[in-house]
């Protein structure tokens, strides 16, 4: 027995030290910049070089989980976060991570719109016609086919609670989604799940044709088509548009203070902004960026959204999860 | 017998001393225990608990969805178990045969096995409509529970005398009324005792059902971590796990009184019988005696299966994700994860082994407050390791107890959760050793110092090594406390196969089939050298 404690102790400490701990690198050694964010958060490649070439910090992506679990644990670290600069905050959860004082200063990064996905192809294919409202989605002739994300974990699921709540208003939506779950609703934890599994529109092939997702989400599909499609396979149901907004910040804090700062304002900058339709398809706060082409001939970006004011959100959100979890999981 | 004169006698002189000298070690379990697990425990509960936080949750038609089904997949795990393990207890009881050993411990080896692993084991045999639901669920618990029943009705079983079986055949009753009337009444205790300790584990079931479940299917433990960190509803968290408390202290209580009332006799074992000599039913016996544990295996098995497939093809690169840094992206470094869980195993065996035979060694020489310690020192178990996590987070936040984010406060976690375990261990030990031979270490002039040394340390030996196999194994598999503490500095095996699970149909779920393996066999070796 002694001997297998010998064994495994001197193997530990070896592989600790090998694999190197830089958790405690001290101030001179700091040019490294944490950029915590959310799974799908997939920038494009080599965009962070230019900073690195102006500022010398270099950039390192850690993704945590869906924006759910990227928050609460931005929530739990407040203070002592673990990275130096969150991305994956937007309008629906803002004022709980301000509750939390996470952040030590924040700005609007991109805004997009949440709405329902459509496989346009899988309803030719069965000579049904197409949702075209919310109210749609509880009939009959579409039991089954749609797919949604928990609100508690995600924010596309949130968002798409919150423009059923703006749209019916407080007192009428809690009967509406009662409807949505007789009618066959499937909920899974995170957009990637939702969008990739379940959503038979892309390129998981699922058995949903209906899925909560971007505005956005039928440019891309153009865009990381393989063989190259000229129009999109899916469109947007644009009463169900919610807009949101997205924010980023530097964690209050952080390790790198300096390099949090330099960063936010890298990715508030045009470089970063241009880029953002086509790796990430929001659109950019920057009124100076230019949208690409595919995006502005394919993404639909409605005139008129849901919304619901800031301080609403705040006050409600959590009466109003705790009460979408007894009519959905329950 | 007195050696000596009016004066004590040198069996109680040391005694006298042992008993001085671990009151002041026990200064530092005590302290440990409660500043570790008394104070989080009790801050949460009186900074959380009010009257409307109570009112608005019983209330709430979500708690009594979840209540209802923690109850009803507790009790259908044990019914599930009862049918799935009693005849092989049977079997094992009873009879002897080529292999009885190796079907014993591999049916009683998932019971030691981190629950993600088991979770993540049932995973790979479900097809994707039923991976997230309660029948995975129930066949992981089953899973781990079948050593429960083997174990505890296995014992009582074999001391039910054959002859009685005997008589009523040669009365010409039926092996249906030989069950009934003989067995059944003389196994009830056993089945009761059994049946309560399944309930309770799979009541508190978190690892599993928070794999397997899915958004739909929470238990209680589930539904506390939900409320405490992803919708920040922190009273609700508390109250969720006061509820539980209660019901765990109720099911307690009954099989406490369940003990009392019925005194088990049962001083003589009868040796199993050799398969050759019952030629009647030996295909169907031999037939379940094989089947049972191949179906045990066969989640483990498919574990190492599914490692290797994406898709529709077979490939390593699960494997080598977990090497070449591509786990990276997702924030998990593998080697340096498997490390630092096998690190923070080394430390709670270091802090949980002495601790635990100051414990022990404390409730031996002092009987009549060994009750008192056993029942503190069962807490941890009663006041679930997620109920525990959450006290922490919510306790130690603020200067200068800022520690919830510390990677040390792990092992020490850890280690508060073993105790129980390991002091269960020690204290038979202990108490097996005869007073005589201190007496007679003494009047060959042995100091206190040197009876310690060459009686009790040397007779403890090989229980501490247990205690610290079951530590280790312990630290390595926990993941009701750990989902609360870890950060991605201090991410351990577990919580890295948890996420990595999560992720239906990806290389990713694959790469965590591959470390839940990884971590099994660790596991089993550790425990293998209990």
Redesign the interface.
């Given at each position: 027995?002694k001997k297998?404690?010998a064994i495994?102790?001197a193997?530990?400490?070896t592989?600790?030290a090998c694999?190197g701990d830089n958790?405690d690198s001290d101030t001179s050694q700091r040019k490294e910049v944490v950029l915590l964010a959310y799974?799908s958060f997939t920038p494009e490649d080599g965009i962070f070089d230019a900073f690195t070439q102006d500022t010398g910090y270099t950039v390192t992506?850690?993704?945590?989980?869906d924006s759910?679990?990227v928050i609460?644990?931005a929530?739990?670290?407040a203070g002592?976060p673990?990275g130096d600069v969150l991305w994956g905050v937007d309008n629906t959860s803002l004022s709980?991570v301000n509750n939390a004082d996470v952040f030590a200063s924040y700005d609007e990064v991109n805004t997009g719109d949440i709405c329902i996905n459509i496989d346009t192809q899988w309803f030719a294919s069965r000579n049904l016609p197409t949702p075209t409202t919310l109210e749609d989605l509880v009939r009959p002739d579409y039991k089954d086919l749609l797919v949604v994300q928990?609100p508690?974990?995600s924010s596309p699921g949130l968002g798409f609670l919150l423009g059923t709540i703006a749209h019916f208003g407080d007192d009428a939506w809690p009967k509406y989604w009662e409807s949505l779950t007789k009618n066959g609703v499937l909920?899974?934890?995170d957009w990637?799940?939702a969008y990739y599994?379940n959503f038979s529109g892309s390129s998981?092939n699922g058995d949903r044709p209906l899925v909560v997702s971007y505005g956005s989400s039928p440019p891309a599909e153009v865009v990381f088509s393989d063989p190259p499609i000229d129009t999109p396979p899916t469109s947007v149901m644009e009463s169900s548009c919610f807009r949101q907004i997205e924010y980023v910040g530097a964690l209050r804090g952080a390790r790198n203070s300096a390099g949090a700062t330099a960063l936010v304002k890298y990715l508030l900058d045009i470089e970063f902004q241009e880029s953002m339709p086509l790796t990430l398809f929001v659109y950019p706060i920057n009124p100076d960026a230019r949208l690409p082409e595919v995006f502005m001939k394919f993404a639909l970006q409605p005139t008129n959204p849901l919304t619901l004011a800031p301080d609403v959100i705040a006050d409600n959100r959590?009466m109003w999860?705790?009460t979408w979890?007894?009519i959905v999981?329950? | 017998m007195r050696l000596f004169s009016h004066n004590a006698s040198p069996q109680s002189d040391v005694t006298v001393v042992f008993r001085r000298v671990f009151l002041m070690l026990s200064v530092l379990p005590t302290v440990w225990f409660a500043v570790f697990f008394m104070w989080p425990t009790l801050h949460a509960f009186v900074s959380l608990m009010s009257w409307d936080t109570v009112v608005h949750t019983l209330s709430?038609?979500?708690t009594w969805?979840v209540l209802w089904f923690t109850t009803w997949q507790a009790l259908l795990s044990v019914g599930a178990t009862f049918v799935i393990a009693l005849p092989l207890t049977w079997i094992l009881a009873r009879f002897t045969f080529r292999g009885s050993r190796w079907v014993r411990a591999i049916v009683s080896t998932p019971f030691v096995l981190p629950t993600v692993v088991v979770a993540g084991a049932v995973m790979t045999l479900l097809p994707l409509q039923y991976q997230f639901g309660v029948h995975g669920i129930i066949i992981a618990h089953v899973l781990f529970n079948i050593a429960v029943v083997v174990r505890i009705v296995g014992v009582r079983w074999r001391s039910i005398s054959p002859d009685q079986m005997r008589a009523a055949q040669v009365l010409a009753a039926s092996p249906m009324r030989t069950l009934w009337h003989i067995t059944l009444p003389q196994l009830r205790v056993s089945l009761y005792s059994a049946a309560l300790i399944v309930f309770v584990f799979t009541f508190t079931s978190f690892g599993v059902v928070s794999v397997l479940g899915?958004?739909?299917r929470?238990t209680i433990e589930v539904e506390i971590y939900?409320n405490a960190?992803?919708?920040?509803?922190f009273d609700t968290a508390m109250t969720l796990a006061v509820i539980q408390l209660c019901a765990v202290a109720v099911v307690f209580a009954l099989s406490a009184s369940m003990q009392r009332h019925t005194r088990t006799t049962h001083g003589t074992t009868f040796q199993p019988v050799s398969l050759k000599d019952h030629p009647r039913h030996r295909f169907t016996i031999l037939s379940i005696a094989i089947a049972t544990p191949i179906l045990v295996a066969l989640p483990f098995i498919g574990l190492f299966v599914r490692s290797f497939r994406a898709g529709d093809t077979w490939t390593f690169n699960a494997w080598r994700a977990l090497w070449n840094g591509s786990l990276e992206?997702?924030?998990l470094?593998v080697?340096?994860i498997?490390?630092?869980s096998?690190?923070f195993a080394?430390i709670t065996?270091v802090i949980a082994v002495p601790m635990a035979y100051i414990t022990a060694s404390l409730s031996t020489y002092m009987p009549r407050g060994a009750s008192l310690i056993r029942s503190f020192t069962s807490l941890p178990i009663i006041i679930s390791a997620v109920t525990l996590g959450f006290g922490i987070?919510v306790t130690f936040d603020h200067a200068p107890f800022?520690w919830?984010?510390d990677t040390w406060l792990l092992p020490v976690i850890h280690a508060l959760i073993a105790l129980p375990l390991a002091v269960h261990l020690l204290v038979p030990a202990l108490q097996a050793i005869s007073p005589t031979q201190r007496e007679a270490a003494v009047t060959l002039g042995a100091s206190p110092m040197k009876v310690w040394w060459h009686i009790d340390a040397r007779t403890m030996r090989s229980p501490c090594?247990g205690a610290?196999?079951l530590s280790f194994a312990v630290s390595l598999g926990e993941f009701g406390a750990t989902t609360f503490l870890s950060?991605?500095?201090s991410t351990t095996l577990p919580i890295a196969i948890s996420?990595l699970l999560?992720?239906?149909?990806t290389t990713l779920q694959a790469s965590g089939f591959a470390l839940a393996a990884i971590l099994a066999i660790m596991t089993a070796v550790?425990m293998s050298?209990a």
């Open positions: 027995m297998w404690i495994l102790c193997g530990a400490l592989i600790t694999s958790s799974d992506v850690v993704t945590g989980g759910g679990a609460s644990k929530i739990l670290t002592n673990e709980r928990d508690v974990s909920v899974v934890p990637t799940t599994t998981g959590d999860l705790e979890r007894e999981l329950s | 709430s038609r979500t969805t899915g958004l739909t929470r939900t960190i992803r919708l920040g509803f992206q997702v924030g470094d080697p340096a498997i490390a630092r096998l690190f080394l065996v987070i800022n919830r984010g090594a610290a196999a950060r991605s500095s996420q999560s992720r239906p149909g550790v050298r």
